[in-house]
């Protein structure tokens, strides 16, 4: 961690090297200036997106600048790092310190917001003083529209038993963990620690196969020992950081949605059937409503919504029996979560179990 967080500012010695005893002491005194519980010597590969975020946030504030910017820095941390961190926000606050802070989060904004300034697909719309404006307010002028019902919802019929799981096991992750989930909308909070519940998620689609229990698909117990072995029985995941590790940032929008489905019958003596597969991605694009001029744009160059839009339609053309939803309304805005809550919703009644 100390080299993620000193890169290009580590100390040096008379000689020009680099000084790790030294940067892992500052990495340390670091940590514990700003609570934060981890052992420097960790690699910052096997951390959860929640702990790498934190380190994200203690390199931002090591720099002591006098202006800080923070674009999303609660999206992937729990409640108590939340409060957390705006202990440090406030801290700077009082020290001088200006800071810009980049936030979806409605109730953030009311809590330490001084001024709020709102931008709608990369235009400037309003500014106001926080204690003037209502949550109401700024969605309004976020999405140019009210949006009357954010988090739809609609009773359909419990149907059979999609998925079963019986004392899932990761050795040093999460032991344990049973679920079931039928024709619904299935939410599973955090077994014991931050970041299991991804671990949970990306166990059962194959990612990191358990090292015990039991996964039933339909009454039928698979071993799904990889994510082929999970789409084949007809599961997708929708994994909790799209940028690391669900979008292919360099390739367009269409490669990007058409990578699941090749293993669909969409290929023929290993020749892709490019004229169906476009069909079939425009219909997804228009669908879910992917602001984009083409196909061809890069993913990298959509914002975070429309990124997740396309990941979810990745998905929904191999017609998934269950899809596992990690963190789906992750670093987006209001107007996009609304229109994702009310597909899982749509999604839902249709008969498909969600994770």
């Not at 810009?100 to 904004?109: D, F, G, Q, R």
């Not at 038993?161 to 909308?185: M, N, P, Q, T, Y």
Request: glycine share 8%.
């Amino acid at each position: 961690m100390p080299e993620n967080i000193w890169i290009r500012r580590e100390p040096l010695n008379a000689l020009g090297f680099v000084r790790h005893e030294e940067m892992r002491r500052r990495t340390r005194e670091l940590f514990q200036r700003l609570d934060i519980p981890l052992h420097p010597e960790t690699e910052v590969r096997d951390l959860s997106v929640a702990n790498r975020q934190m380190v994200e946030i203690a390199k931002a504030v090591s720099y002591d600048s006098d202006i800080l910017i923070m674009d999303e820095p609660t999206s992937a941390i729990t409640e108590r790092e939340v409060e957390h961190l705006f202990r440090i926000i406030r801290a700077l606050k009082d020290q001088g310190k200006g800071i810009i802070y980049i936030t979806h989060k409605m109730n953030e904004l009311f809590e330490i917001a001084d001024e709020v300034s709102v931008f709608r697909d990369g235009r400037f719309v309003g500014e106001h003083l926080a204690a003037d404006v209502t949550r109401d307010d700024i969605i309004k002028l976020m999405v140019g529209r009210e949006i009357t019902q954010m988090f739809p919802k609609e009773t359909v019929p419990i149907g059979d038993v999609a998925l079963s799981v019986r004392d899932l096991c990761l050795e040093g992750k999460f032991h344990g963990v049973s679920l079931i989930c039928a024709r619904e909308k299935f939410w599973l909070r955090g077994p014991c620690r931050l970041g299991a519940a991804s671990n949970v998620a990306e166990t059962l689609f194959g990612v990191t196969p358990a090292t015990s229990g039991l996964i039933l698909i339909n009454g039928k117990e698979i071993a799904i020992k990889n994510p082929g072995t999970a789409m084949d029985a007809g599961m997708g995941f929708l994994t909790e950081d799209r940028k690391a590790s669900g979008c292919f940032l360099l390739l367009d929008i269409m490669a990007n949605m058409q990578i699941a489905l090749l293993r669909h019958g969409h290929a023929t003596a290993g020749f892709v059937k490019e004229h169906e597969i476009e069909a079939l991605c425009q219909q997804q694009k228009n669908r879910l409503r992917v602001r984009t001029p083409d196909l061809e744009e890069p993913i990298i160059n959509l914002s975070g919504g429309n990124q997740q839009k396309v990941l979810i339609a990745r998905w929904l053309m191999t017609k998934p029996k269950i899809l596992i939803l990690d963190e789906p309304t992750r670093g987006i805005d209001v107007g996009a979560k609304a229109e994702i809550h009310k597909l899982i919703t749509e999604l839902a009644g249709q008969g498909r179990g969600r994770y």
